[in-house]
């Protein structure tokens, strides 16, 4: 039981570090001018390599306590749906994902989105790349949110499986397209490598989440992508809370909910616990 609280500890406290590396990183590693990276910036060397050391700990960490698949049972029988903490969780973290992209359709519409500045003091306008492209990247934020919101409700008032998560990693895949179209215009790879890690990683968990419902669930390599998950919506969170951001945020918080109600061994697991 353990486990189920010191891994995603271990994952808050890298998280932490990256969000100090990533913070120093904005503050000391651009040119104030021309906003194009300063070579040799010790926290934007140092950032990269947490993140690589983070995933690499966190693999072995789950690697020790969790089995590599599942017994083929139910959707009901594989998480503890009578935690009721985790599934408000699951719930709230959804509805984070759907706000945040409430927030890109009407920063889309209006050219710019609201954002909460790094240190919390004030509100910030973010540049959202506005048109065609910003209305479908927020609208698929809203959708995927929608979904996983939705399987929370529906997982916890009947025991038919979910299948609707298998939509929550199609509606996140398109929007990396999307996005990925628009922010490699930039050529300051620095400047969004942690929100487009961000959503490959969110992707890889949802996915694997998704799998529990066809009765395909890997805890392990779940588990692995939903810490890193979380490791780089806290780090991202160094640049503003960001509808970027606080849909890396919502994704990370239901899926560490979710982790937390995965009975590993199925029901006879359960059962001995």
Known sequence: ??????????????????????LLQNRTGFEPDTGLPIPGSVPAILLPILLMAAAGILYLAVRRVLPKEMPELPFSRQFDLSNRTGLFSALAGGCI??????????????????????????????????????????ALSVAAGVCLAAAVIACRKTDVPPLILLAVPVCLLARLIL?????????????????????????????????FAVQAGRPRIFSFYAEVTAVLALSMLADGAAPSALLTLGGALALTAFQQMLRPGGEEAFKEE
Not at 5 to 17: E, H, T
Not at 184 to 203: H, K, Q, R, T
Request: include cysteine; hydrophobic fraction near 55%; glycine fraction near 14%.
């Open 1 to 22: 039981m353990k486990h189920r609280f010191s891994i995603p500890a271990l994952s808050v406290c890298f998280g932490a570090v990256g969000f100090l590396l990533r």
């Open 97 to 138: 994902m759907a706000l945040s992209g409430v927030s890109e359709i009407v920063g889309a519409m209006g050219g710019s989105a609201a954002a909460v500045s790094a240190d919390g003091m004030e509100i910030v306008s973010v540049n959202t790349g506005a048109g065609g492209s910003g209305l479908m990247i927020g």
């Open 179 to 211: 996005v990925y179209r628009l922010r490699s215009a930039n050529p300051v790879l620095a400047d969004y490598y942690l929100e487009i890690l961000g959503l490959m990683f969110l992707i890889l968990a949802a996915y694997r989440l998704s799998g």
